[in-house]
C-alpha cells in the first residue's frame, strides 16, 4: 500500500535522515513531504538536499530557507541585509544554483487533499484560511499573544487553539519536540540539537487517526551529535552519538 510519509525538520543532519528513509523504506508508489527547514545549523546541507531529490520529494519553505533566499536576493542587489550565522555563511558562498531553485521552488504550504492535511513550516492563526496568513506567520508562528501570531514558545502552541477543518502538519517548535494535538502534529524532534529526526507515515487515503492512535506512525531515528545549541562542542568532543544527559533544548 502507498503511503504518504511527511519528515520534520532536518537542518543539515543528512546522516540522520539516511537513518530515517531507511528505516522507513520509501517506494515508487510513496509520496515523501518536508516541513521545510532542510538547510544550515547541520554538518551537511548538500547531502540532504541530494537525498530530497533522490526520493522525489516535495515539501514547503522553513524559515532558514526564506532567510537565506531573502540575503542572497538583497546582496546581489546591493542592498543591506542582516547578520548571518557561519553556517548560513557557508551555504550563501557554496550552493550550486541547482539547490538554489529547488529552494526557491519552495511554496508557503501545501494542501493534501487525500488526507485533509495543509503541510506548512510553522503553523498558522486559528481561524484563518492559509491564503490569507501572513508569510511571516507561515514560516515563524509558535504560540499566540492575544491573539496574534508570535515567533515566542509562550505558555502554549498556537496548535493548542486550532480546530481544523484541515489537519496542519507542521514543524518549528523543537522545545516541545512531538506535538499530537486533535487536529495538528508537530514534527519538530530538535535533531540538530542531538535528539531525533521524526517521520509521521500515513496509509494512502486515510485522514488523520486521533493522537493515541497517531503516536504509532511515526518513526524517529536518533542524532550522532548535538551539531547546534549550548551542547554542541561537548557532543563533537564525545565523536559519536551524544548520551541523553547532554542533551537540553535551548533552541
Given amino acids: 500500500m502507498a503511503r504518504s510519509i511527511f519528515i520534520g525538520d532536518v537542518h543539515g543532519c543528512a546522516r540522520e535522515l539516511a537513518d530515517l528513509l531507511d528505516r522507513v523504506g520509501p517506494t515508487g508508489g510513496d509520496s515523501v513531504y ?3 527547514d532542510l538547510v544550515a545549523r547541520g ?5 540532504v538536499l541530494r537525498l530530497f531529490r533522490e526520493v522525489g520529494a516535495m515539501g514547503v519553505v522553513g524559515n532558514h530557507e526564506a532567510r537565506l533566499l531573502d540575503v542572497r536576493r538583497a546582496r546581489r542587489a546591493g542592498e543591506p541585509t542582516t547578520k548571518m550565522g557561519p553556517t548560513h555563511e557557508a551555504l ?10 529547488l529552494l526557491e521552488a519552495l511554496p508557503l ?11 506548512v513550516h510553522a503553523g498558522l492563526v486559528p481561524g484563518v484560511p492559509p491564503e490569507r496568513q501572513d ?8 504560540s499566540l499573544d492575544g491573539g496574534a501570531p508570535s515567533a515566542q514558545p509562550g505558555n502554549e502552541s498556537w496548535s493548542a487553539d486550532y480546530s481544523g477543518p484541515l489537519h496542519v502538519i507542521f514543524g518549528h517548535d523543537a522545545r516541545r519536540g512531538l506535538q499530537l494535538r486533535a487536529h495538528a502534529t508537530g514534527l519538530d524532534t530538535a535533531c540538530v540539537y542531538g535528539e531525533q529526526l521524526s517521520a509521521l507515515v500515513v496509509p494512502s487515503g486515510q485522514s488523520l487517526p486521533p493522537p493515541g492512535e497517531r503516536r504509532d506512525l511515526v518513526v524517529s531515528t536518533p542524532a550522532y551529535a548535538a ?13 559519536g552519538r551524544s548520551p541523553p544527559e547532554a542533551r537540553t533544548r535551548d533552541r
Fill in 34 to 36: 518536508f516541513v521545510g
Fill in 43 to 47: 554538518p551537511d546541507t548538500p547531502g
Fill in 92 to 101: 550563501l558562498a557554496s550552493l550550486p544554483e541547482s539547490d538554489w531553485a
Fill in 109 to 119: 504550504y501545501m494542501k493534501i487533499d487525500e488526507h485533509q492535511v495543509l503541510l
Fill in 135 to 142: 508569510p511571516w506567520t507561515l514560516t515563524h508562528i509558535r
Fill in 227 to 239: 551539531y547546534y545549541g549550548v551542547n554542541a562542542a561537548r557532543s563533537e568532543a564525545l565523536n
